[in-house]
């Protein structure tokens, strides 16, 4: 578990980035928005790829999701 700050869903991942610099990349594509196969949830709901302002409050969790695909 890592502690961030951010008044939003978006500011709490540049903040993860900030503590984790590789991690940008990985999180966001050239533009600054969120890679298509990346899943936030905050206190377990799912954040949509255009929502990345919604507010979140001391003791939110927020969780990262990479997501599989194969066949």
Do not use: A, Q
């Not at 590789?22 to 969120?34: Q, V």
């Not at 990346?38 to 790829?49: A, D, H, M, Q």
């Amino acid at each position: 578990m890592v502690e961030v700050t951010g008044n939003t869903t978006g500011d709490c991942l540049l903040s993860l980035n900030k503590h984790f610099p590789d991690m940008g990349n990985k999180i966001f594509n050239k533009g600054g928005e969120l890679i298509d196969y990346v899943s936030i949830y905050v206190n377990g709901e799912f954040v949509n790829t255009d929502e990345l302002t919604k507010p979140v409050h001391d003791g939110d969790e927020l969780h990262v999701f990479y997501l599989l695909g194969g066949g």
